[in-house]
């Protein structure tokens, strides 16, 4: 099962925004607001950070968004801090009543 | 609070199987959905399998059809996953997830498990 496309790698400067992308098909992605993203630092459990494309879980800070348009779902960053420096995936329903994760983002914080 | 415990650090042989559990507390085990993930060393998150509260199917990534087996014990609070003939490429930190809202909310700790001749 092939993964949802994402950048291997992001970066940015503290204070600057950073998106990322996740493109999938119109069979997972563009067809359902099933979209969610996780955080995982190294080592770590990966965490929630967003659900239902747009949605953030309660502790969550609000310098993380989402947002989708067709096929690619956005990851944005506002203010990016040094402690966001860490691995983000993408993840979606597909119509297969299964889940796909993205190839996953490295995100430097320069 | 919600909490996902799962069993401890397994080593196997290649073509032998293996069982992870992920003890649920903290709400309502039999109104959630469980998910298994895991992820090899410096790889991705692969999503395994995850059973559905709603009818009580299980649904597996077609990588995994004919491998993997999700099970869940109501009156234990704990969800299984059960993969055989493990070959190398198995090698992974698995993890348990309860779903909602389409999306992996809360997780386990995570299993390394190890294949090794």
Redesign the interface.
Known sequence: QSALTQPASVSGSPGQSITISCTGTSSDVGAYKYVSWYQQHPGKVPQLLIYEVSNRPSGVSIRFSGSKSGDTASLTISGVQAEDEADYYCSSYTSSSTWIFGEGTKLTVL | QVQLVQSGAEVKRPGASVKISCKASGYTFINSSF?W?RQAPGQ????M??S?SVNGDT?????FQGRLTITRDASATTAYMELSSLRSEDMAVY?CARG??????Y????TLVTVSP
Do not use: K, P
């Not at chain 2, 991705?44 to 999503?47: I, K, M, Q, S, T």
């Not at chain 2, 997780?107 to 995570?110: A, E, L, R, V």
């Open positions: 998910h993930v991705r998150l692969e999503w399998g995850w559905n649904y597996y990534s077609e990588d993890y909602a809202y389409g999306a992996f909310e997780w386990g700790q995570g």
